[in-house]
T-cell receptor, first 115, second 115 residues
Framework: ELKVEQNPLFLSMQEGKNYTIYCNYSTTSDRLYWYRQDPGKSLESLFVLLSNGAVKQEGRLMASLDTKARLSTLHITAAVHDLSATYFCAVDIRGRGSTLGRLYFGRGTQLTVWP | DTAVSQTPKYLVTQMGNDKSIKCEQNLGHDTMYWYKQDSKKFLKIMFSYNNKELIINETVPNRFSPKSPDKAHLNLHINSLELGDSAVYFC??????????????FGPGTRLTVL
């Protein structure tokens, strides 16, 4: 059974600090996505990682993918309150001989940034 | 202007009733999805349609019936609603064929409350 494990599930951090959220998955995939969800809102696509070694950065967030280790990280630099949200990773798994994939989501990391 | 839209945004109903949720995307995508997000924010895929053809049908009670009249629309009809159906239902779409990757774009969600 495919597992997508995020940790931590809850993260409370002070403004200005750095931290990393981890996403481990249990089967082969070279495509991984990070989403952000604000309370009561929809999911917003943050990063699309399409190959081993992919690194993407947007503002204070940087995402990377290591397909050999089956691990993606979302690094937060100098956190600010506006980053408070729930962050999901999602692994794209394609069936054999199929170009159609499906996403398996982690359980989300609820990030709270306080002054 | 909205990329993926859902109606209604809120749905409050009694147990045993039948209700429908509608979804439309104007992104020209070929694949649409229904997800259920429970109270712990866990996102679980329910159905997926590619070019109006059902391609993912997870273990969902047959009280749930999706319908895709065309590539831009995916509706969800629920019969005999139960308390456990209370959740937020998200529609999403992506372009998965022709070399595109599976970045999914989500609608605003429909919060269903069954009393």
């Amino acid at each position: 059974e495919l597992k997508v494990e995020q940790n931590p599930l809850f993260l409370s951090m002070q403004e200005g600090k750095n931290y990393t959220i981890y996403c481990n998955y249990s089967t082969t995939s070279d495509r991984l996505y990070w989403y952000r969800q604000d309370p009561g809102k929809s999911l917003e696509s943050l990063f699309v990682l399409l190959s081993n070694g992919a690194v993407k950065q947007e503002g204070r967030l940087m995402a990377s993918l290591d397909t050999k280790a089956r691990l993606s990280t979302l690094h937060i630099t100098a956190a600010v309150h506006d980053l408070s949200a729930t962050y999901f990773c999602a692994v794209d798994i394609r069936g054999r001989g199929s170009t159609l994939g499906r996403l398996y989501f982690g359980r989300g990391t609820q990030l709270t940034v306080w002054p | 202007d909205t990329a993926v839209s859902q109606t209604p945004k809120y749905l409050v109903t009694q147990m045993g009733n039948d209700k429908s949720i509608k979804c439309e995307q104007n992104l020209g995508h070929d694949t649409m999805y229904w997800y259920k997000q429970d109270s712990k924010k866990f996102l679980k895929i329910m159905f997926s349609y590619n070019n109006k053809e059902l391609i993912i049908n997870e273990t969902v009670p047959n009280r749930f019936s999706p319908k895709s009249p065309d590539k831009a629309h995916l509706n969800l009809h629920i019969n005999s609603l139960e308390l456990g159906d209370s959740a937020v239902y998200f529609c999403a779409s992506s372009h998965t064929t022709g070399g595109y990757y599976n970045e999914q774009f989500f609608g605003p969600g429909t919060r269903l409350t069954v009393l």
